[in-house]
């Protein structure tokens, strides 16, 4: 229970937010009585911004001026692996195109009274073959997260390294548990370097390469998984892809499954202390911001004109052409087809492997911080995973609040559907209600929620997903191709080897 006085601050906060006061049992205000309820959203604070790239979707057949400026390399799109490309690039002249606001795509951040938090991707595996240097040379600072640093919630319990020393805590049955356990041993020798599951597929063992011909469902019951040893796993994979592994290629769902058992880093900020410092390193005159691409279209000269419009996602802006000698789409592969002329017509097939899901990332604001892990899977419940930022060391909020971050995934074309279609004010009821239920310490100090969503960042691959994801992200003409769903998985290393190739692609081209 907090101490804090009832400031004037307090005050105008809740009078602008419009909240109800009502008596309520679990006070912070205690004896007082009166409570106060949470600010909660009525609107969406931050999402992405798709009014031109939809208008492409649905054919726009836009008027193309002639191209006004030009370069080497036009790079579109500013998540993580197009700012790996641009800063590869360095020697090369080039404009990296961006439709929000700002870079960093998936990998962004935000910070409130000192404590970063992301927006979007916060966990990976540290620096491992074959990015050392790529990680030595940002020197960004990662955090081990521990096995006991994560937890499971459900039927009134949260247990503590459910993948480790807590894995026979779980309230499941003993035969759920010990397959559960035969399991997860055959996932931490996926975790090996050399004998395991990695990228690239091709140079996997035969019987690893296998399990691309089945979904994960199937592979759940290969392992003799039960209906709670089949939720718990797919919890995990929706942590990571957001959605089950009912569609999955078993060999994705595997790796993924592999990569939690592995060691786990992230930093204050998550992805976006990479993208921060990528982006740093590329000069600010190579960068355009607010300039959504709506065609890239190879001309019979050589040059690629890439045309888009100025002035923000958003808004119909003016129409603007660059003409550059090579471009790399640093984009989802569905936008690709809609923007790159002729590619949809030479690759009608290509995207039969893919379904993208829609993800709702929530920052809970509480009057003051509770000790809980840093990350939370509670499957039953309507969030399912919850990340507490503030518990990463020097990352507390100055003013002793707390924070957390609450990821609820949308699957396929019907979750996004109903994402886009829900009532705002109601996702945040949902959210503290939960919230109140997972750690009862917050119960009466949810102070604010704050709300993003995002419609395409995560991917569910196929079985039969690597022959596809080959082809699809092969060159096409000068165009070259980045974004982490080249590899079938939006994960960090796929974004930074996808921008890496993209780069030798580029030079490749540039040489011809
Ligand atoms: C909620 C959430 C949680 C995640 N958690 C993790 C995690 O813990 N670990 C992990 O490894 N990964 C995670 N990810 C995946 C994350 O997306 C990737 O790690 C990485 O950020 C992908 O980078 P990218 O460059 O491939 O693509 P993106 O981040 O998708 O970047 C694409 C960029 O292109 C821009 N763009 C799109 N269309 C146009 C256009 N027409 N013109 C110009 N610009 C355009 C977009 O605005 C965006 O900035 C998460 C993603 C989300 C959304």
Same mark, same amino acid.
């Given at each position: 229970m907090t101490n804090r006085k009832f400031t004037r601050r307090d005050c105008l906060r809740f009078a602008v937010g419009g909240a109800v006061t009502l008596p309520f049992a679990? #006070?912070?205000w205690g004896a007082r009585a009166q409570a106060v309820l949470p600010q909660l959203p009525k609107s969406f604070d931050e999402i992405d911004h798709f009014d031109v790239t939809h208008r492409v979707r649905d054919g726009w057949q836009a008027s193309i001026p002639e191209p006004t400026s030009s370069c080497e390399v036009a790079i579109v799109g500013g998540g993580i692996s197009a700012l790996t490309a641009a800063w590869r690039l360095a020697d090369r002249k080039v404009m990296l195109l961006e439709k929000e606001g700002e870079t960093g795509g998936n990998s962004r951040g935000r910070e409130f009274e000192g404590c970063r938090y992301a927006l979007g991707a916060f966990m990976n595996q540290g620096p491992m073959a074959p990015f050392e240097d790529f990680f030595r040379e940002l020197n960004v600072p990662l955090v081990e997260v521990h096995g006991n640093q994560h937890a499971w919630a459900g039927n009134g319990r949260l247990v503590r390294d459910p993948l480790g020393q807590g894995l026979g805590r779980l309230p499941f049955a003993r035969t759920e548990v010990k397959a559960l356990e035969k399991a997860t041993q055959l996932l931490a020798s996926y975790a090996k370097p050399k004998e395991g599951i990695f990228f690239p597929r091709a140079d996997n063992t035969e019987s690893i390469r296998a %399990?691309?011909?089945? *979904?994960m469902w199937a592979e759940y019951q290969r392992l003799g998984l039960g209906a709670q040893g089949k939720q718990f796993f797919d919890a995990l994979i929706s942590a990571r892809v957001?959605? #089950?592994?009912?569609? %999955?290629s078993a060999w994705m769902g595997s790796y993924l499954l592999s990569s939690a058992v592995a060691r786990n880093y992230t930093a204050p900020g998550g992805h976006a202390v990479f993208s921060e410092v990528l982006r740093s390193r590329i000069p600010a005159s190579s960068v355009r911001t607010s300039f959504t691409v709506i065609r890239v279209a190879q001309q019979s000269s050589d040059k690629v004109w890439i045309t888009g419009v100025r002035g923000g996602a958003g808004s119909e802006g003016q129409l603007e052409t660059i003409e550059a000698d090579t471009a790399i789409m640093g984009v989802p592969k569905f936008y690709c087809m809609h923007m790159v002329e002729g590619l949809r017509q030479a690759r009608?097939?290509? %995207? *039969?492997?893919y379904t993208y899901n829609a993800y709702l990332v929530a920052q809970v604001f509480l009057r003051e911080r509770i000790d809980v892990p840093f990350e939370t899977c509670a499957p039953n419940n309507f969030t399912r995973f919850i990340v507490a930022p503030d518990q990463l060391p020097g990352n507390a909020r100055r003013d002793g609040g707390g924070l957390l971050t609450i990821y609820i995934p949308y699957p396929r074309v019907a979750g996004r559907a109903m994402l886009y279609a829900a009532d705002v004010k109601a996702l945040g009821e949902q959210i503290v209600r939960d919230i109140e239920s997972v750690y009862p310490a917050a119960r009466g100090k949810v102070e604010a929620v704050k709300l993003h969503r995002w419609g395409h960042p995560m991917l569910t691959t196929r079985p039969g997903m690597d022959d596809a994801l080959e082809k699809v992200r092969e060159s096409f003409g000068r165009v070259a191709f980045a974004h982490s769903d080249s590899f079938g998985v939006t994960g960090l290393y796929s974004a930074i080897w996808t921008g890496m190739d993209a780069e030798a692609e580029a030079r490749a081209i540039l040489m011809s």
């Open positions: 679990q #006070s912070v %399990l691309d011909r089945n *979904t957001g959605d #089950s592994g009912e569609m %999955l009608p097939n290509a %995207l *039969t492997q």
